[in-house]
């Protein structure tokens, strides 16, 4: 898993960098691809529920499962790119979301709090803790600067499938110290989502693209984390964590 996840840490930093206005998301996957092959890795999102791409990539108002296609990046919005790969059967799964050219300070903080949601996130994913310890972190994190967490879309398990048990809520309406025991060995995919403005969201007719109900931005990021007896390990970061953790 950490080699698979070493595949997604290398295409999110490629197609990150690659990000301004006027590319395609369609150019964005094409980057993707570029990557898995390079790498020996197949992709996990690829045909999966019959998904055309190996990337979601999503932008402004989308949250998550955007298409790649002719879709233009636009100065001022948020992009969220979502890539998964496959080594020797063993997923690895990680999302990043990049500013396309200048942004209002608004959009950039609502970046910066996602991101650091994970982080808190994450570090709770050691020996000892529980399930819900993941949540109360983001909503921790989240729920002072007023914007909205989605209540349908979590994290998951992640191993020989892209998708197992458990859910990952990114909230914890009971609080922490709740749930399933986190030990030696769990694997999963922790991804908070965050909107300017409020939670509700709706699935555009392409089946996959979920976008909010206010037209206001959202970010998303995501890592793969494992439990080990030193700590969380981020497989799906090029320095497993140590400099965020």
Do not use: E, M, N, Q
């Given at each position: 898993m950490r080699r698979a996840g070493l595949v997604v840490a290398e295409g999110l930093a490629r197609m990150s960098e690659a990000v301004r206005?006027?590319?395609?998301?369609?150019?964005?996957d094409r980057i993707g691809r570029e990557v898995l092959t390079a790498g020996g890795a197949t992709s996990s999102f690829l045909g999966y529920g019959g998904f055309p791409a190996v990337t979601c990539i999503s932008t402004g108002s989308e949250v998550v499962h955007g298409i790649p296609g002719g879709r233009v990046l636009e100065e001022g919005e948020?992009?969220?790119?979502?890539?998964?790969?496959?080594?020797?059967?063993?997923?690895?799964?990680?999302?990043v979301t990049v500013p396309v050219g200048e942004c209002s300070a608004e959009v950039l903080e609502l970046n910066r709090v996602t991101r650091e949601s994970l982080w808190a996130a994450l570090r709770t994913v050691r020996v000892g803790g529980r399930l819900s310890d993941i949540g109360a972190a983001v909503e921790r994190t989240v729920r002072p600067h007023g914007y909205g967490l989605l209540d349908d879309y979590t994290g998951h398990g992640i191993g020989r499938a892209m998708h197992e048990p458990p859910h990952v809520p990114n909230q914890a309406p009971d609080g922490p110290g709740k749930g399933m025991a986190l030990d030696v060995g769990i694997v999963l995919a922790v991804e908070p989502m965050a909107t300017l403005g409020g939670p509700e969201t709706s699935v555009l007719a392409d089946d996959w693209t979920v976008v909010t109900d206010d037209g206001r931005q959202a970010a998303h990021w995501e890592h793969t984390v494992?439990?080990?007896?030193?700590?969380?390990?981020?497989?799906?970061?090029?320095?497993?964590?140590?400099?965020e953790l």
């Open positions: 206005p006027g590319i395609t998301t369609l150019d964005l948020l992009c969220s790119i979502d890539f998964g790969a496959v080594v020797d059967g063993w997923h690895g799964d990680a999302a494992a439990v080990t007896p030193d700590g969380p390990w981020v497989l799906t970061a090029l320095d497993g964590g140590a400099s």
